[in-house]
């Protein structure tokens, strides 16, 4: 069983920054699609960003363009999601996923759930003045 657990989030004030990390349970992570995803309260799950296994394919929502970045630092074992000029909308519970799927096509286009078989935990950003 794939597990991935998600760490970095917290409080924040509008306009400040933080980094998510995303690090696996019992794998590595460098031939796994990573995605990002997001939850507020009383809205459906939202695809933020995906990094393909090769870091080539990048794919972020419009809402976050320019303000969010993916990485992946393969020697740590991690995928980051580092968080600036942040807003309240952006307060959500942030999610990291991936799945069986090698293809890093699958992070192409709208972000779907459906794509995704392996979830961490979640981690609660919170930006509010």
């Known amino acids: 069983q794939l597990q991935l657990v998600e760490s970095g989030g917290g409080l924040v004030q509008p306009g400040g920054s933080l980094t998510l990390s995303c690090v696996p349970s019992g794998f590595t992570l460098e031939e796994y699609n990573i995605a990002w995803f997001r939850q507020a309260p009383g809205k459906e799950r939202e695809g933020v960003s995906c990094i393909g296994n090769r870091g080539i394919i990048i794919n972020y929502v419009d809402s976050v363009k320019g303000r969010f970045t993916i990485s992946r630092d393969n020697d740590k074992n991690t995928v980051y999601l580092q968080m600036n000029s942040l807003k309240p909308d952006d307060t959500a519970v942030y999610y990291c996923?991936?799945?069986?799927?090698?293809?890093?096509?699958?992070?192409?286009?709208?972000?779907?759930?459906?794509?995704?078989?392996?979830w961490g935990q979640g981690t609660q950003v919170t930006v509010s003045s």
């Open positions: 996923a991936t799945s069986w799927n090698h293809n890093p096509n699958i992070c192409v286009g709208e972000l779907r759930e459906g794509r995704f078989d392996y």
